[in-house]
């Protein structure tokens, strides 16, 4: 069984950077064929896609992220990050990183994901 947990500070300042680590076990991020995304939910508890990374380091960004967003994998740990700057109160403070079914053929919607870490809360303040 697949397993993602998010980890990291659930406490930023206003304009730094929000850094989440994703943990997998289950499955190795280095096999072919999957997305490892990164996702949050925005209030009215809709969900938004953030962005994601493959198993060799590619990446793809949400465009109204793309300016403050970086997704990066750590093949030794079996993990992969999120860094999102110029983090204001007004961002969600709900992440999550999911993997998605490999399907290959077209970017999966969230609902087609397979496996789900259970989320990071993280506030903005000073």
């Known amino acids: 069984q697949v397993h993602l947990q998010e980890s990291g500070p659930g406490l930023v300042k206003p304009s730094q950077t929000l850094s989440l680590t994703c943990t997998v076990s289950?499955?190795?991020?280095?096999?072919?064929?999957?997305?490892w995304n990164w996702v949050r939910q925005l209030p009215g508890q809709r969900l938004e896609w953030m962005g994601a990374?493959?198993?060799?380091?590619?990446?793809n960004y949400n465009p109204s992220l793309q300016r403050r967003i970086s997704i990066s994998s750590d093949t030794s740990k079996n993990q992969f990050t999120l860094q999102l700057s110029s983090v204001t109160p007004g961002d969600p403070s709900l992440y999550l990183c999911?993997?998605?079914?490999?399907?290959?053929?077209?970017?999966?919607?969230?609902?087609?994901?397979?496996?789900w870490g259970r989320g990071a809360q993280v506030t903005v303040s000073s």
């Open positions: 999911a993997r998605d079914r490999g399907v290959g053929i077209y970017y999966e919607t969230l609902s087609e994901y397979a496996f």
């Open positions: 289950g499955a190795s991020i280095t096999a072919a064929g999957y997305y």
């Open positions: 990374v493959t198993s060799s380091g590619f990446t």
